[in-house]
C-alpha cells in the first residue's frame, strides 16, 4: 500500500530563536500523496486555548498555513487508531512524516526523537487504563493501590525526564514544552521562578511564557497567610458574584472545570462537606475554566452542586486563575473570615481535617 508523506514544519522570518526575543512563523502540511477518505486531524494549545485543524489526503499538494508565534508542540491523529495520536514539534526543522496502515513513522530528526522520548509515558499509561476500569468495578481496592504506585512511578520518570532536558538543553526549541512539562506536575509555580528566568527570551515573551509569567506572580502572591485577591466574575445564573460580599465567613475557593475528571471526583465530597458546614459560617465558590457555557452548566447540574458557581469562560487563561497561579485543576484555597488564605490545594482527610479544626467549634 502506497505511503503518504507529510513534510510538517515552520517556516520562521528569523531561523536564530536564542537571539530574538519572539518568533513569527507560518506551518505548512503538506502530502505528497493521496489517499480517499483519509484525514489528518492536527490538535495544539496555545496560552490555554485549545486550537484545531484537519488535512484531507485525498487530494495532492494539500497544505495548511498558519501563523505561530512560538514553536508549538501539536498531536497528530487520524481516525484509525494504530495511527495516532503522535505528537509532533512544529518549528524550523522539517520534519518528513509518513503515514502507513501501521501507524505514523518518522524521517531521521533529533529534535523529533528528543520530543517523543519526553512524551514517552503519555503512549504507555493509556494501557492502564482498561485495568484501571476493571479494578474500579471490582471494587479492588489493593489492586487499585498498586496501580496507583504505577502511575506515580511513570510521573517522577516524567518530571526527571523534563527537568534533565530542560537543563541540559538551553538552546533547544524544546526548551519551553520540557519546563510546561514538569512545571506541570508540580503544585505551585511561585517555586519555578528561578528556572523560568533560566529560557531564552523569545520562550518568556511567547504566549505561554507570559501565560507562565502571570501565573507565577500570581502565586507569589496567594501564598498561605497572604490576603487573598478580590475579584467579581458572572455566576451560572447571569449575576455578579465578588468576594468581598463573602467576608466574615470562611470561603474555599475551588478551580475546576467539566473536562477534568478529578475535579469532578472530588465533587461528591465537596457537597458532603458543603451540607455539613454550610450552617456554619462556611460556603464554597467554584471557579470555573471552561470556555463553553453549556458544558459548564450541564456539568453543575448533573453533579449536583449547590453553591456559588463563576466563570469568565476564557478557559485555561481565566483572569481569576491566571491572579490566583492556579497552575492545575483540581486546585483551592481556604479563605478564613478576614480574607486570609490559610489553605492551599487541600483534599480529602488535609481538607477535612483544617474544616473541622476551623468550624466544629
Partial sequence: MKKIVLHIGLLLLTWNLVAQSSVNATVIIESSNSRSNTKL???YEMAG??????????????????????????QLATKNPDAGPIPILMNTTKTVLSLDPDGFTFSNNPIQDDLMYLTENDRIRPTYFPLYGELTEKKDSLGLQKLAEVFETLRQED??????????????????????????FLSDYAILEKDFNRLPNWAKESPDGKVIAAKIEGAKNMQINSTAKLFAQTSASGKRISLEAYRGQYVLLDF???????????????????????????TIISVSLDDKKTDWLRAITKDGLLWPQVSDLKGQQNALALSYGVQAIPAN??????????GKNLKGEALDAILAQYLSK
Avoid: M
Fill in 41 to 43: 486531524f492536527i490538535t
Fill in 49 to 74: 486555548v485549545s486550537y484545531s485543524d484537519s488535512l484531507a489526503l485525498d487530494q495532492k499538494e494539500t497544505r495548511i498555513e498558519k501563523t505561530l508565534p512560538q514553536p508549538v508542540v501539536a
Fill in 159 to 184: 518530571i526527571r525526564r523534563a527537568y534533565t532536558y530542560f537543563e541540559s538543553n538551553p538552546t533547544s526549541p524544546l526548551i519551553l514544552f520540557a519546563f510546561q512539562r514538569y512545571a506541570a
Fill in 256 to 282: 475546576w472545570a467539566s473536562w477534568c475528571g478529578p475535579c469532578r471526583k472530588e465533587h461528591p465530597h465537596l457537597i458532603a462537606l458543603y451540607n455539613r458546614y454550610k450552617n456554619q459560617n462556611f
Fill in 333 to 342: 484555597f481556604l479563605i478564613n473570615p478576614e480574607g486570609i488564605i490559610i
